[in-house]
């Protein structure tokens, strides 16, 4: 698949079909804003979306596949580029706004061709679209060092709530990223090189993450959800649900719990990365009894839970994924034993190196804090977690027989559900990333009639995700509001966008606008 960003000549090619009605007014609203913004009409428009994790949490930075897609809520920038452009000084203008002005406040930027300042520490709105612009620019730098991009403008609406495990700082990296590369000539993007700019971009926000978000928002298309392996390289397919009796919806409920990663990271987020990372180089020094440390590749610590599989099977690996991964899980049990966790100078030891070495490897891009590091219940989680998406792409991609022949899929739908309870299950208990309020909103909708429910994206709050069958989705609605929403202080707002049922949308798009910017 992959290819270039599509380009559209109008939003329905872009959204489904019940979403236009909201879409067409937006779309207009965002480039009459422009218009009165800047006083000149917006030439394109850059889209790219957030998304929702089906199954397949916390792996992606262990490169293990993933299952996300992208949902219908998204970053859109419209852009300009000035026809007069200041060639004689050492930077270049970057102007922009967001339509909800008061919120995000617009900015003005004097950017030197020499490089761009991203300060992580600082936690601003443009910061994020700085990211983009440097990934862009190293693209562009790629067959031309000396490419100088072009002053521009632009103005943004997002409509992927921010913090609520959507992902909508992928949707806005990643649209910043393809409305830069627009902007200074190329048409023509490939998929492939946005994404991969987009994973490595946002990390200068301070959040060590994977690829999943990314690659969801730019490579997702419509209809379908999309498989996404980060080795030997990045790749990824769509994948269609079956069509099942009953009909499968998937639900996605916030828990209107903040989950600031920037904030948390050293003792959430860029912690598991560490922990992961770690329970790997340790793996590979005992079980592969290995002098040498781990090769490196791209996990975004340099080594990966995979990588250490990948040593242990060898030229095996991959051949038969699920029962490798079977044996990797009981190696984690026999070996890492400790439930208490592990010191640094404890794990130090078994990579001979000393606690400093140890401390500069793997901690100092992203500061992390903890006494003890959770080996065993972290690696626990990414293989059990591998072995259930590849149970759950099997069921998808070559459905048993019997499950679908009957005429009622529900033996099928459950086996689908039950794989996503245990992602909840596993991701409270061994990854220690859900919060009593995700617990609940997954306990409420399973008694409502969900076959499965559980946290999706980063977790620590933010929002769940639930395969319901069709004629239970009103239950499901009932029992939220009554036995959770409720009991909540929500403005209307709020209420309105708690839960939302979920089509697989598309992945980003180009759309470029008449001389009198409009779509
Ligand atoms: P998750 O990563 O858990 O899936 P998320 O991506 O929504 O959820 P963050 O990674 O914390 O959460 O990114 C949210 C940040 O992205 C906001 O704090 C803001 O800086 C920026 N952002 C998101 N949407 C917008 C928007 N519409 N306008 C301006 N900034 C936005
Ligand atoms: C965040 C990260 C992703 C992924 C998920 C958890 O959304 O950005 O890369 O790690 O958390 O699955
Ligand atoms: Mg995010």
Known sequence: MAGIVPHASKIEEIYTHDAIPTQSPRWANLVSKFQSTYNMPAQFVARSPGRVNIIGEHIDYSLYPVLPMAITSDALFAVSVPSEQNTTSDTFKVRISNVQSERFTAKEFDIPYSGIEIDSKVHEWTNYFKCGLKGAIQLLRRGNPDFRPVSMDVCMDGSVPAGGGLSSSAAFVSGAALAVMVANGVEKVSKMDLTEIAIVAEREVGVNSGGMDQSASVLSVKDNALYVSFVPELSARPVKFPKTKPELKFLIAQSFVAADKHVTGPVCYNLRVVECSLAAAYLHAVVNKSSSPLPEDKGPLGISLYGFHKGHFGQETGRDMAAQLKQLVQIVKDTLTKEEGYTRAEVAEKLGMTVEQLEKRF???????????????????????????????????????????????????????????ATQASCRDLYECSCPELDRLCQIARKAGSYGSRLTGAGWGGCSVHLVPGDKVEDVKAAWEKDYYSKMDLTAEQKSGAVVVSKPGSGSYLLTLGEDGKP
């Open 363 to 421: 901690e100092s891009t992203f500061p992390v804090r903890a006494e003890r590091f959770k080996l065993r219940q972290r690696a626990l989680h990414v293989f059990t977690e591998a072995l259930r998406v590849s149970k759950f792409i099997g069921l998808l991609e070559d459905p048993p027989a019997g499950y679908m022949d009957t005429g009622n899929s529900e033996e099928y739908n459950r086996a689908l559900g039950d794989l996503m309870n």
